[in-house]
């Protein structure tokens, strides 16, 4: 039996745990603002996905001069001058720290999967089943970073799919 939860009734805790999160391993303020999503050039989405009673995944979406600023406070100035596995590490680590900390709002037993990271100018990222629960633009010093919650409802109509790209 598929569980059922709405993360619109979270979206404020949500909003805070990103905050806090920020805080604590960047030392960043990361403000909700409100701004229709664009397709940025060169960006970055670190995602994380969720098996079990609940599916969807939570994924954050960046610029790579923001995904380089994070790095370079997270992990330090000399891990961060070009886009490398240390970069893809601090993205893929804000992903998952934001998954678990979700985790905790979902169904027990609902598992995640090791953080997923994807880097360029054209790519899409595509959900079969796919329902955006929320999408929240951040503004921190580093730019706007966005993280998406989607639900996979595998019951829905084939052409009900979440693009990002």
């Given at each position: 039996m598929e569980a059922k939860l709405s993360l619109t009734e979270h979206l404020d805790e949500i909003r805070g745990m990103v905050e806090m999160i920020f805080m604590?391993?960047?030392?960043?303020?990361?403000?909700?603002?409100?701004?229709?999503?664009?397709?940025?050039?060169?960006?970055?989405?670190?995602?994380?996905?969720?098996?079990?009673p609940w599916k969807g995944a939570?994924?954050?979406?960046?610029?790579?001069?923001?995904?380089?600023?994070?790095?370079?406070?997270?992990?330090?100035?000399?891990?961060?001058?070009?886009?490398?596995?240390?970069?893809?590490?601090?993205?893929?680590?804000?992903?998952?720290?934001?998954?678990?900390?979700?985790?905790?709002?979902?169904?027990?037993?609902?598992?995640?999967?090791?953080?997923?990271v994807v880097q360029?100018?054209?790519?899409l990222i595509w959900f079969s089943g796919g329902n955006t629960v929320s999408r929240i633009a951040f503004e921190c010093d580093a730019g706007i970073v966005w993280l998406h919650v989607i639900e996979v409802q595998p019951k829905m109509a084939p052409e009900a799919v979440v693009v990002l790209a």
């Open positions: 604590t391993m960047l030392d960043m303020t990361a403000r909700p603002v409100s701004q229709e999503w664009q397709k940025c050039e060169r960006s970055v989405t670190a995602s994380i996905y969720f098996a079990g939570a994924m954050i979406e960046c610029s790579r001069d923001a995904a380089l600023e994070f790095t370079r406070l997270l992990a330090g100035p000399g891990d961060a001058d070009d886009f490398n596995d240390s970069v893809r590490d601090v993205l893929g680590e804000l992903a998952n720290t934001i998954g678990g900390n979700l985790k905790a709002i979902l169904p027990k037993g609902t598992t995640l999967s090791m953080p997923v360029g100018s054209d790519y």
